[in-house]
């Protein structure tokens, strides 16, 4: 028995330790082979990401009165005309811009959301203080004015709020 005990334990801590070194590189191996996916993963997806996050500071560029304004033929518009033109091109902006949602947070949708919200609110109690046949250039320069004079606007904080997410993907 003893004899038996002689040669068993040394073999069996033999291969207790070779089980135990394979189990290590093994395990070393799928982390490394894990990195290594994770690594590439993010060089096809940050600048995916990147774009989304360019394209939603255009949306929210394009969505400011001057910008909405500043192509438009304001002079020969009622006040009606000029809020149900600034309206949809609004909505079509944010509506062509819908699926960059799933580049950001929840939180900064939200906020990009709210902007929308707030310029469809803004153009529509700007119309309120006129007459829908009046012409639309005082309501024009009143929205311009107006936005820019209410201190940060919800425009200005979605957009810092962008700038820190995707400073935060890069570093």
């Known amino acids: 028995?003893?004899?038996?005990?002689?040669?068993?334990?040394?073999?069996?801590?033999?291969?207790?330790?070779?089980?135990?070194?394979?189990?290590?590189?093994?395990?070393?191996?799928?982390?490394?082979?894990?990195?290594?996916?994770?690594?590439?993963?993010?060089?096809?997806?940050t600048p995916i990401r990147l774009r989304g996050y360019e394209r939603l500071s255009l949306l929210l560029e394009r969505t400011t009165p001057q910008q909405l304004l500043r192509d438009l033929d304001v002079a020969g518009m009622s006040v009606r005309e000029l809020q149900i033109v600034l309206m949809k091109a609004i909505r079509l902006e944010f509506d062509h811009n819908l699926s960059q949602q799933i580049y950001v947070s929840d939180a900064t949708w939200d906020a990009i959301r709210l902007v929308q919200e707030e310029m469809l609110s803004f153009v529509t109690s700007g119309a309120e203080q006129f007459q829908p046949g009046d012409p639309a250039l005082p309501y024009a320069q009143m929205l311009i004015t107006a936005y820019d004079s209410n201190g940060e606007t919800p425009t200005q904080i979605a957009q810092r709020r962008l700038r820190d997410e995707a400073r935060s993907l890069l570093s």
């Open 1 to 45: 028995m003893i004899e038996l005990l002689k040669y068993c334990l040394p073999a069996l801590i033999v291969l207790f330790a070779t089980w135990l070194i394979l189990y290590k590189l093994l395990k070393e191996e799928r982390e490394k082979r894990q990195f290594q996916l994770l690594r590439d993963t993010q060089k096809e997806v």
